[in-house]
């Protein structure tokens, strides 16, 4: 089993999901023609991110690796990227068996009314066979690690009911859709609390600022595009240490910029992609699913948060939130992780973020910078068992992808970054039986509550 889904999932997710898609359409009745351009167009959209993530980390990371030469940062937790976590995640057991295990979970609650949420967002079930895989090792026990990737899909599931009718009302042409991805999901308590924090603040409602309002109040200084142009000017100035150097290396600071300012632009155009593929899927898997399960309302399809990370807030605060990240991993105690293969995901970090803020600017960078300081330590404080499942997986696959450099750990922000993976990892390893039952206890309680929640909604 591990052999056949390390197959599948090394075909990518570019070719993976249209094939899922394309089957997964034609199971819930859309013709074959629709049914394979909606996969086709989720493809293509993997494809199109891809190339701009890439375009991003491909003329970020030299510049970023002078910028640390140049400082003498030591750091000695090796920035491994997302891949490498997914690579961890699936070339395991745990990850051979976490598709049909989750699915089967979702089943069980859809049918006792524990959740609204249908979640074919397949592809990132990686994110439940990670905590799975890390727990798995560092315990030794197959049962914790399937412990800790259940218990994560559940509080999910609960936490993507809980926000979708905001982040249905906050995004357009989103009705009907959720966000079960744990990555996101762990920074909503982050993003309610501090949000109530702020609005207590008196005079913060004079920094209601939006994207949009952002643009008008400063012009072309507020676009995404622009402001990609200066982060990306700003930190090519950093690869010199003279003024002369920058002289001698204007094309090259200019052209940093405009790679940067093409990636705030791309990104919008190519989620573009994903909305007009998983949309038609999403309606018919909804009507479906509603005719099974009568009587229920307000039933949501789990999908991949690349659906909204072209947000102009979100591309804005990630931007500016690039350069505080590096300055917080050299400046803060305890930190060893410089991200900077994992750049590329600090959109993902703001999904479900933005409905609390309403996508005021402010407010999500003050959210985003409190999340960055935490996932920084706790990359830290996870990377000897991400280090330890990375080094199995690179024996038995040899997948270049989890090799880790002589004398470093290895980490990454996603999802060794969230509150939700380090929490299960704590209760599991340093706690077990007393924090498997705290972990119980919590998770029965949210989908109890939840349940509860559905019982009167439903009601006539």
């Known amino acids: 089993m591990e052999q056949v889904f390390s197959y599948i999932i090394g075909l990518g997710a570019a070719v993976m999901m249209p094939i899922i898609f394309t089957i997964l359409g034609l199971c819930i009745g859309i013709k074959f023609g629709k049914a394979l351009m909606c996969g086709l ?4 959209g993997f494809i199109g991110l891809s190339v701009v993530t890439a375009l991003l980390t491909s003329s970020l990371g030299p510049a970023l690796n002078s910028v640390v030469g140049i400082y003498d940062l030591q750091l000695q937790v090796f920035d491994m990227g997302w891949p490498a ?5 699936y070339n395991t057991a745990v990850g051979a068996f976490i598709i049909p295990v989750c699915l089967g979970v979702n089943i069980l609650l859809l049918l006792l009314k524990g959740t609204r949420t249908v979640n074919i967002d397949l592809w990132n079930y990686w994110h439940f066979a990670f905590i799975g895989a890390v727990v798995y090792f560092a315990s030794g026990s197959i049962l914790w690690g399937f412990f ?3 218990i994560c899909y559940v509080i999910t599931l609960v936490i993507a009911d809980l926000t979708a009718h905001k982040f249905q009302h906050f995004y357009k042409d989103m009705e009907g859709i959720s966000i ?3 990555f996101c999901a762990g920074f909503v308590p982050f993003a309610w609390g501090i949000n109530k924090v702020l609005d207590k603040i008196p ?11 952002l643009k008008r109040k400063f012009g072309i200084l507020g676009e995404p595009l622009f402001l990609g142009v200066i982060v990306g000017v700003a930190i090519g100035c950093l690869t010199c240490t003279t003024g002369t150097e920058i002289v001698d290396k204007i094309p090259y600071i200019l052209g940093l910029g405009i790679k940067m300012g093409a990636v705030m632009e791309l990104i919008p155009r190519v989620t573009v992609l994903f909305i007009e593929g998983l949309k038609p899927i999403s309606d018919a898997t909804r009507e479906l699913i509603g005719k ?6 307000g039933l949501s399809i789990g999908m991949s948060p690349a659906l909204v990370i072209g947000h102009p807030t979100t591309l804005v605060v990630s931007l500016l939130l690039i350069p505080v990240t590096l300055l917080l991993a050299v400046v803060l105690p305890g930190n060893q992780f410089l991200p900077l293969a994992s750049l590329a995901g600090m959109f993902y970090l703001f999904p479900l973020v933005l409905p609390y803020t309403k996508g005021n600017v402010i407010k999500t960078f003050i959210v985003g910078l409190v999340v960055i300081v935490l996932a920084l330590y706790f990359v830290t404080n996870l990377a000897p068992f991400f280090t330890e499942a990375a080094r199995d997986v690179y024996a038995n696959t040899g997948d270049a992808a989890v090799a880790i450099p002589e004398g470093f750990s290895g980490g990454s922000l996603d999802f060794a970054g969230s509150p939700l993976a380090w929490i299960i990892f704590q209760c599991c390893h340093n706690l077990t039986y007393v924090g498997a039952g705290i ?5 029965v309680a949210l989908v109890g509550w939840n349940r509860r929640k559905i019982s009167i909604e439903d009601r006539p």
């Open 41 to 44: 167009k989720v493809g293509v």
């Open 85 to 89: 976590a997914a690579a961890v995640a």
């Open 148 to 150: 800790a990737a259940i």
């Open 180 to 182: 079960p991805q744990p």
């Open 203 to 213: 005079g913060m409602e004079k920094l209601e600022i939006d994207a949009e309002g």
């Open 292 to 297: 099974k399960f009568k009587g229920a309302k």
């Open 439 to 443: 972990l119980t206890i919590c998770t």
